[in-house]
């Protein structure tokens, strides 16, 4: 009886174990996602701010410069019909886009030999230099420097986190992605809150400690498998293979009496072939090409995601500008970025409770909110702000609801052998969607200017 009591003792303390584990790997992940993406967010919503204080420095006078901006926040450097910066939002966001491309395009196929405390301690490097060069930025050229170290930093982490969740519970992958979303509502709300109170140099000051949260939740938060190679470069398959069930998901199981079930499932999902699953280093060139081919159902509706929301948000947010409005220009532009990142933040969260496997219909959906809001900006047909208020919150329920059943139907359907290099390489879908949006939205904006 003593010994049943004893086995019974140290079972409930596994338990509990199992479900502090289990909340610290979601808080971590969902942290994780919230400061890698936070900086990036935030350059996009001071996009016009970066280039309108730079418009005014670089005026060949204080007194000039104060007379290009009326009282109304509009800019009257143009004679165009619309509030125009001179140089589109959308060159920002390529600065913003165009090095985590090139990174998700390469870094697959050689990452696997850096160990993942040396890429977080980059990511955070990269994201504080980002906000000191915007802060203390005294030329456009700075200004996007910096803009291009936030970019490094969100690229490099989202490919290394992505595949950092193949060794753990694949409820990581919703915590990772609801964090990504709450970053875009706390990166574009904290700078729209803070600005008004403060100057944007001051604002982007303060969040300097975003990357120390990165820092934390990753070497202090999350619980890792007991032979992780935190600090050398070995091979994650490997490291799949070699360690336990348990080890490969540690305690992540809230309910033990689910954790045999979990298991076969598991297994039917991935369905490896026969014998232990092979490092992910010895995937040849031929290999990693056919699971490429095989990702394309799902990078392409993510790439058309993409492209049509950041067309929207880079190529005609700025353009949508209502004088009677009791906002500025700056503000409601700052505004369409906060509730468009509030939707994202909604669907990226949504994963636990519904999912959508027929991603392109989302592609569709988030075409036909492009076309709306260009024909707008042409025509000039819509009452009043808060109509695109409403419009850019459903645009970021389809872009968000986009990602996340992406990379979890991804994770799911893919075998335990390719898996890490497959969440790292579907990652350029958005990517590659976004640098085509930016490249077509600097034209778009200087065809409107110029009317």
């Known amino acids: 009886m003593e010994h049943t009591e004893t086995d019974r003792d140290s079972i409930v303390t596994s338990n509990s174990r199992g479900r502090v584990s ?28 970066i280039l309108k204080q730079q418009e005014t420095r670089n005026t060949t006078t204080n007194t000039l410069s104060a007379s290009l901006i009326t009282p ?76 291009i170290f936030a970019s490094f930093g969100a690229g490099f982490g989202e490919l290394s986190f992505l595949s950092l969740t193949v060794f753990f519970d694949r409820a990581v992958v919703g915590a990772w992605g609801s964090g990504t979303g709450g970053a875009g509502v706390a990166g574009a709300l904290l700078y729209s809150v803070l600005t008004l109170k403060l100057s944007p ?42 360690a336990s069930p348990q080890e490969r998901r540690p305690l992540m199981t809230e309910d033990p009496d689910k954790a045999e079930h979990e298991e076969d499932e598991e297994k039917e999902e991935s369905a490896p072939g026969p014998g232990p699953p092979a490092d992910a280093g010895d995937l040849t060139c ?14 392409i509706p993510l ?3 993409y492209f049509a929301e950041y067309f929207i948000n880079q190529g005609l947010l700025e353009l949508l500008f209502f004088p009677g409005f009791y906002l500025s220009h700056a503000e409601q532009y700052r505004w369409y970025q906060t509730l468009y990142q509030i939707g994202v933040f909604i669907s990226r969260s949504s994963l636990f409770c519904m999912k959508i496997r027929r991603v ?67 990652s350029v879908g958005d990517s590659f969607g976004i ?17």
């Open 22 to 49: 289990f909340w610290r790997n979601i808080s971590g992940f969902w942290l994780l996602g919230l400061s890698n993406n936070f900086a990036y967010v935030v350059m996009l919503s001071a996009a016009h701010d």
């Open 72 to 147: 109304e926040g509009r800019n009257n450097s143009n004679s165009s019909r619309y509030d125009c910066n001179p140089v589109s939002t959308a060159a920002v966001l390529l600065a913003d886009i165009l090095p985590t491309l090139l990174i998700k395009l390469a870094a697959p196929f050689f990452i696997h030999k850096c160990p993942y405390g040396i890429r977080v301690l980059l990511c955070v490097a990269a994201a504080t230099s980002s906000f000191l060069l915007v802060s203390f930025s005294s030329s456009v050229g700075m200004s996007i420097l910096g803009v």
């Open 201 to 242: 140099r001051a604002t982007l000051l303060v969040m300097l400690v975003v990357p120390v949260i990165m820092a934390v939740s990753y070497f202090s938060l999350l619980e890792f498998p007991s032979s992780f190679p935190q600090w050398q470069s070995r091979r994650a398959e490997r490291l799949l293979h070699d």
């Open 286 to 299: 031929r290999d990693r090409l056919v699971v490429l081919r095989g990702l394309l159902k799902f990078i």
């Open 303 to 305: 790439s058309v995601v």
């Open 360 to 426: 392109w219909i989302l592609s569709v959906l988030q075409c036909v909110n492009a076309a709306l809001l260009c024909v707008a900006v042409y025509a000039q047909f819509l009452p009043s702000a808060a109509v695109v208020f409403a419009i850019v919150a459903y645009e970021g329920l389809l872009g968000g609801a986009a990602y996340v059943n992406t990379f979890y139907f991804i994770s799911k359907e893919t075998g335990s052998r390719e898996r890490e290099f497959a969440m790292s390489t579907a």
């Open 435 to 451: 640098t085509l949006s930016g490249l077509t939205a600097i034209p778009l904006h200087n065809y409107f200017c110029s009317l």
